[in-house]
């Protein structure tokens, strides 16, 4: 709850990875976020990467509620996670 500035007494408040879509080639992954917290989009393509994740970005300032991220993946088996960060 700290560190993805979320609310431990609400249910509803926590970190997660709401939506990744597919469009044009690109994957759309949105995010919840806070404004007082940065955010960074990794990815892996896939398990025999050897647990290697990558920086799709650099560390970002979160929007309230949502944030949206871009990645033209050249892999059809990446995988995407993202880190919360306390500044």
Sequence with gaps: EYISDTEPTNGTSYFKVSWIAWTNDQARIEYVSST???????????????????????????????????????NALRVYRVRAHRP
Excluded: C, K, M
């Design 36 to 74: 007082a917290r940065q955010y960074r989009l990794h990815f892996t393509d896939g398990p025999l990467a050897d647990g290697l994740w990558l920086g799709i970005s650099n560390w970002l300032w979160g929007v309230e509620g949502t944030t949206t991220q871009f990645d033209v993946p050249t």
